[in-house]
């Protein structure tokens, strides 16, 4: 059976390319892996206290593996993070000085572009859960958007910053 599965990324964009890049990544099925909001900030339930370490655990080390994204990528920086329940919001900003040469978004092989350092990034959190507590699956692709102004990145840096707020009023 062939899936007609919508494009997300910008065609015509080089995602290896100078630039701030916004990502969104979510669990597999929104599945709550990193604990709940409440008032504003990521609690964990501590009811169920094994629920409650995993959850904690699973968030730190994502916390933890995105800090330390420009350790293996030295063209990389870790701009802001935000942990919700279900998925993540971060900026990183790619900076190849060296880089010369345009090339378009295309199916293969990636290497020192966004992609890569995402699927880096969703391997070693799901690979450190998986070994350590229980399964654990991100969702097939993730959201990104090519930060495109000064103005734009101030934006989308309050929206990353407010959004367990809006979470707890019910909009994320």
């Known amino acids: 059976m062939k899936h007609n599965r919508k494009h997300i990324r910008w065609r015509s964009w080089d995602y290896s390319s100078c630039g701030a890049y916004f990502v969104t990544i979510c669990t597999e099925k929104r599945e709550r ?28 080390k994502a916390f933890e593996f995105w800090k330390e994204i420009p350790l293996h990528y030295k063209f990389v920086q870790a701009d802001c993070l935000v942990i ?47 070994e350590n507590l229980h399964a654990f699956k991100w969702q097939r692709s993730y959201y990104d958007r090519v930060i495109r102004n000064e103005e734009e990145y101030h ?18």
Request: hydrophobic share 35%; proline share 6%; net charge positive.
């Open 33 to 60: 892996y990193f604990g709940e909001i409440k008032t504003g900030l990521l609690n964990l339930d501590l009811e169920d206290p094994l629920s409650y370490l995993n959850a904690k655990l699973i968030a730190v």
């Open 84 to 130: 919700m329940p279900d998925h993540i919001h971060g900026i990183l900003y790619l900076d190849l000085p060296y880089k010369t040469e345009w090339k378009s978004n295309s199916f293969g092989p990636q290497r020192k572009n966004l992609p890569d350092i995402i699927r880096a990034y969703k391997g070693a959190v799901t690979k450190w859960a998986n």
């Open 155 to 172: 934006r989308i840096k309050s929206y990353i910053s407010e959004n367990p707020n809006r979470w707890c009023k019910g909009s994320s």
